[in-house]
């Protein structure tokens, strides 16, 4: 047997034989996952983000440079006395700053958001004739877009003569 005749029964047992004796089935196969590719295109939804409703609502109250006590006594507390009775709540979370306040509202899992967008909006705009002049209210169902599914952070840590490092 010849280095000739080794070599080509080694190439013919392998992946290569195998490939070379069924080769109108790995075509069938390659045109056929080609096919099913063209067809996914057009089938499956597409979007920067995946379809996904958080079931949280954001209520900010801005009102100029009125002092924290002001804005938790005159604002805080009556907006959260009136969106308590929003049905599927679960917790409020709010943060009073000078000037502004804002209320994190978490809705149970099956609760339905437009629904409860809706009574909360209701419920707020209910309240604006008992709260201070000139409260301006921002009412918004939290996105996708707000909570990002991955982060990176980068950092430098740069060596040198005047580093502390070593």
Same mark, same amino acid.
């Given at each position: 047997?010849?280095?000739?005749?080794?070599?080509?029964?080694?190439?013919? $047992?392998?992946? /290569?034989?195998?490939?070379?004796?069924?080769?109108? /089935? &790995?075509?069938?196969?390659?045109?056929?996952?080609?096919?099913?590719?063209?067809?996914?295109?057009?089938?499956?939804?597409?979007? %920067?983000?995946?379809?996904? /409703?958080?079931?949280? &609502?954001?209520?900010?109250?801005?009102?100029?440079? @009125? $002092?924290?006590?002001?804005?938790? %006594?005159?604002?805080?507390?009556?907006?959260?006395?009136?969106?308590?009775?929003?049905?599927?709540?679960?917790?409020?979370?709010?943060?009073? %700053?000078?000037?502004?306040?804002?209320?994190?509202? @978490?809705?149970?899992?099956?609760? @339905?958001?437009?629904?409860?967008?809706?009574?909360?909006?209701?419920? &707020? /705009?209910?309240?604006?004739?008992?709260?201070?002049?000139?409260?301006?209210?921002? %009412?918004?169902?939290?996105?996708?877009?707000?909570?990002?599914?991955?982060?990176?952070?980068?950092?430098?840590?740069?060596?040198?003569?005047?580093?502390?490092?070593?």
């Amino acid at each position: 047997m010849s280095n000739g005749e080794s070599f080509e029964s080694f190439y013919m $047992s392998g992946v /290569a034989g195998f490939a070379l004796r069924h080769s109108k /089935a &790995i075509l069938l196969m390659i045109l056929g996952l080609c096919v099913w590719g063209i067809i996914s295109i057009f089938i499956l939804p597409s979007g %920067i983000y995946p379809d996904v /409703a958080f079931p949280r &609502i954001v209520v900010i109250a801005e009102r100029g440079e @009125d $002092s924290v006590e002001n804005m938790m %006594i005159g604002v805080t507390r009556p907006m959260e006395e009136a969106i308590n009775a929003v049905p599927g709540l679960v917790r409020v979370r709010s943060k009073t %700053i000078r000037g502004a306040c804002e209320m994190s509202l @978490d809705f149970s899992e099956k609760t @339905d958001m437009r629904e409860a967008l809706s009574q909360t909006r209701a419920r &707020i /705009a209910s309240l604006l004739p008992e709260l201070p002049a000139g409260i301006s209210t921002t %009412i918004e169902q939290q996105t996708p877009s707000v909570f990002p599914v991955i982060s990176f952070n980068v950092v430098w840590l740069e060596m040198g003569p005047t580093s502390n490092n070593g």
